[in-house]
């Protein structure tokens, strides 16, 4: 109990003084996830999208498929892109092992499965309803998809907040290709999992809470935005 | 009113993308790799800075354990490594992986354990007789489990004592494949034996109802080295800039940091790269 | 293009036989209502001749000289509005049919205009009323201009003065020439905006017949049961 009042004032004060290595920290994070959830959706929602409104054989596994990526174990996701990216493997040419990059790459395919799978839940129960009216006005489905993806895209905001919260809280994969370089690829997690290991468990749990705010902060963000846009649009 | 919408998309992707362009820096820089122990101390935030106030060369140290950082520079993703394994480094070299072993700094072992001390080894000075006595009194006993320079010297203490750890252990002996740090957290929660460097001991905020139980023994005696990766098997290293590193390292300038670095006025490493046969 | 011929039009679903062997034209001009009782087809056969089915025996054949569907529209049960402005809304039916810009916002306000919902034009669809739903639904078929207009009980879940309102701008799209094909629950309706009545009966085409003599004298025993069945005191 001591331990987690100090760590709550930790964390006042750590940002309350806004401690320079703490920005640092906190900022690569943001930038770490956020590209990943940008470059997630940009494969995802579409994939997502496309096996929703689309027939054809093999389609039933495939589904199955998505959905078991969902729970993709993050190291493992860091080992395998770290055996890609290290100068052994094959891509080891472009030099990107222990930069933010990397970071980026193992976080996108880790939130990836998980954007179109829950996109394709989404997207394929709208289709259900929509199906005969856009067909009768002449969609096809490609068509059929952009607009579906659209008229989703209340329900598919949550799920890429669901997509950044995953790869915010991870620490499995960005640990192994990031190397938890200090000012390089330091992040939040791998920031707590050092001072755990360093037995500063007030500072870990202090900089723990700065993470958990910042990730509720940004969902508070989204969710009043949702609401100014359901209010104009239905 | 679909196209504000889809303004607001594209501003928001495009905002994302650019911030992440700073993602991609390409500055004078090595990769070391290190152990848990190093960057636990705290050491390379010392004297990484005076380096590269010196220089203008970026160290970045990925710390692994000794046995995954010389993994890691057989298959190239270091430029230099900093361990403290010397049987390991050697062959490391004989191996064609490193190009020269240079002694760097030393500090020593410690065996830390709980206020209770059920095995009764405290203030004991030899090290082999109390691992005989930990074992016999079957008390807990974290090890590292991890393949680290803390860990190969744990096994060879056994071995001292006459004792075939792997084949004799019982469940008091707990294998935790972790770093000095984490494992350090758990020999606290357990209340447990526990092998440690004295650098990670010092700066462990941790430690509960732990404390030095046995120290001072010579066969506690730990070396630290440094190796540049051999450029002719990769040839990407950055042999030059890791030179540098290690040549500043073992200078008198290098050396004289390691040894102003303190804890709570505490020395945590004895710079000894000029002893011969270190 | 008119005329849509029926040759031996079958349609069978899980072993079921929905649509038995139907066969006949239609022309423009006469207003045509289907009626028969629950699970006779109706609404299946509908989508047959819309498109939005494909029957499993026979064909459906669409006449002209370009031997091709020509522009039709369908307004269902239940309207089925996307997640945007009632004028929006209409306008997506006219971007798929390669309306430009804007020609498409005229074309939307103007319809609006005729079917009385101009004033709601900028609120998101979905907070419409039913009947004001319905009359969007009206509005978004008739700015497509088609040749053909099918209804599926358009009036079933609407109230008697939205039922008044959808009656008189189907009348209204009549007018500019639309061919009107629609089934309906609603004999009085029937009566009302019927030219000719189909009567299906377990997916065969039983009699078809001018409005009048219908409920006059209808020719089946099974169409004098059903109108004695909906209306018992004849």
Request: contains cysteine.
């Amino acid at each position: 109990m001591n331990e987690i009042l100090l760590a709550v004032t930790e964390a006042g004060r750590m940002i309350g003084r806004l401690d320079d290595e703490l920005v640092e920290i906190v900022l690569l994070s943001l930038q770490v996830s956020l590209t990943a959830v940008v470059l997630a959706s940009a494969l995802g929602l579409p994939l997502g999208a496309a096996i929703a409104v689309g027939r054809f054989p093999g389609r039933k596994t495939l589904i199955v498929f998505l959905n078991a990526l969902m729970g993709l174990p993050p190291v493992v996701v860091g080992l395998v892109v770290y055996l890609m990216l290290s100068r052994a493997g094959p891509l080891g040419e472009l030099g990107i092992l222990f930069t933010p990059a990397a970071m980026v790459i193992a976080q996108t395919i880790l939130i990836a499965p998980i954007v179109a799978a829950l996109s394709r839940q989404a997207i394929e129960d709208a289709w259900r309803d929509y199906q005969e009216q856009l067909r009768s006005l002449g969609a096809g489905p490609v068509a059929a998809a952009l607009t579906l993806l659209w008229d989703t895209r209340f329900s598919l905001v949550t799920i890429v907040l669901a997509g950044f919260g995953r790869a915010a809280a991870e620490v499995g994969a960005v640990m192994i290709v990031g190397g938890n370089i200090e000012g390089v690829t330091r992040v939040m997690t791998t920031a707590i999992a050092l001072e755990t290991s360093k037995g500063d468990l007030p500072l870990a749990l202090g900089l723990g809470i700065v993470l958990i705010a910042l990730v509720l902060f940004l969902n508070a963000g989204a969710s009043l935005i949702k609401d100014a846009a359901q209010r104009r649009y239905g | 009113m679909a196209l504000n919408g889809r303004r607001m998309v594209a501003t928001i992707m495009m905002s994302a993308l650019l911030a992440a362009a700073p993602l991609a820096h390409a500055e004078k820089f090595i990769t070391v790799a290190s152990t848990t122990s190093t960057e636990n101390s705290g050491l390379f935030k010392h004297i990484l800075p005076m380096f590269q106030r010196k220089t203008g060369i970026e160290v970045r140290v990925v710390a692994r354990g000794t046995g995954q950082a010389l993994d890691m520079a057989r298959r190239g993703d270091a430029d230099v490594v900093f361990v403290h394994a010397r049987a390991a480094e050697e062959a490391f070299v004989a191996g064609g992986y490193g190009v020269k072993r240079y002694a760097v700094m030393y500090n020593d072992f410690v065996l830390v354990g709980p206020r209770s001390d059920p095995a009764r080894v405290a203030g004991g000075r030899e090290i082999a007789a109390a691992l005989r006595k930990v074992k016999a009194s079957a008390a807990t006993f974290v090890s590292r489990g991890d393949k680290s320079g803390t860990h190969m010297a744990e096994i060879r203490l056994w071995k001292a004592s006459g004792i075939d750890i792997a084949a004799q252990k019982g469940p008091w002996y707990r294998e935790l494949g972790q770093g000095m740090g984490a494992s350090l957290n758990t020999a606290s929660s357990m209340n447990g034996y526990i092998l440690a460097d004295r650098g990670t001991w010092i700066s462990f905020k941790n430690r509960g109802d732990l404390r030095i139980v046995v120290e001072g023994d010579k066969r506690l005696f730990n070396q630290y080295g440094v190796i540049l990766v051999n450029p002719g098997k990769h040839k990407h290293v950055k042999k030059d800039l890791g030179q540098a590193f290690i040549d500043w390292v073992v200078s008198p300038e290098g050396q004289r940091a390691i040894a102003e670095y303190r804890i709570g006025g505490e020395q945590l490493f004895f710079p000894n790269a000029a002893e011969a046969g270190a | 293009m008119l005329p849509l011929v029926l040759d031996n039009v079958s349609f069978t679903a899980s072993g079921k036989r929905i649509i038995d062997a139907v066969s006949a034209e239609f022309g423009a001009g006469p207003r045509t209502v289907i009626l028969g009782p629950n699970g006779a087809g109706k609404s299946v056969l509908m989508r047959l001749c819309h498109g939005l089915l494909a029957p499993t025996a026979g064909k459906v054949i669409w006449g002209g000289p370009s031997n091709g569907r020509g522009r039709q529209a369908m307004v269902f049960q239940r309207p089925v509005m996307l997640r945007r402005s009632a004028l929006a809304n209409v306008a997506y039916g006219l971007k798929l049919a390669g309306v430009s810009a804007g020609e498409r916002e005229l074309r939307a306000r103007d319809v609006l205009e005729a079917v009385g919902l101009a004033p709601v034009a900028g609120h998101p669809a979905r907070v419409l009323s039913g009947g004001e739903q319905q009359r969007l639904a009206l509005a978004r078929a008739w700015a497509l201009g088609p040749e053909v207009l099918f209804l599926d009980e358009p009036t079933a879940n609407l109230d008697p003065g939205a039922t008044r309102d959808v009656e008189t701008i189907i009348g209204q799209i009549r007018a500019g020439g639309t061919k009107i094909i629609m089934t309906t629950h609603n004999l009085g309706q029937a009566r009302r905006l019927g030219d000719e009545i189909l009567f299906l009966s377990q997916g065969r085409l039983v009699e078809r017949t001018p409005v009048e003599r219908f409920f006059q004298q209808p020719a089946s025993a099974a169409a004098a049961a059903f109108i004695r069945g909906e209306l018992p005191w004849r």
